[in-house]
């Protein structure tokens, strides 16, 4: 895992498009998630975390960062706990009831930031994603 994980990354396409990505807190819901709802300890969920070629390397350019917000921190935990076509497995690709109050307060306990990804610029099929998946 990168030892130096860090918030406020800043991604710009070659379009002008830029993205904050928030990549230290975008890896600890991550472990929070597997670990309140996949039934793992927290260092198993931690385990599972630095052992993700998802989660164990920073990307580095704006396609990655683009691609990553495209599913939900609870689906990308969901993939690392239980593997690929999880949903085949009797897991919900559906957050379970009580998940955005779940997430908004371990992220406030937790001193990380309030979204993953921040929009600078609107994308027309990404500027809402996080903000209507947390409505």
Not at 75 to 89: F, P, R, S, T, V
Request: net charge negative; glycine share 6%.
């Amino acid at each position: 895992m990168n030892s130096e994980r860090s918030d406020g990354l800043v991604f710009t396409s070659d379009n002008g498009d830029e993205v904050v990505f928030n990549y230290f807190s975008w890896v600890e819901i991550i472990k929070g998630i597997i670990a309140e709802y996949a039934e793992a300890t927290p260092e198993e969920a931690a385990e599972l975390v630095v052992n993700s070629s998802i989660t164990n390397t920073c990307p580095t350019r704006f396609i990655d960062v683009f691609t990553l917000s495209h599913e939900l921190e609870y689906n990308w935990a969901m993939l690392i706990a239980y593997g690929q076509m999880y949903w085949l497995k009797g897991v919900s690709v559906g957050l379970p009831e009580g998940y955005v109050d779940w997430e908004r307060t371990y992220r406030e306990e937790n001193g990380l930031a309030e979204e993953s990804f921040v929009w600078l610029t609107a994308l027309p099929s990404t500027s809402s994603h996080s903000a209507q998946a947390r409505a």
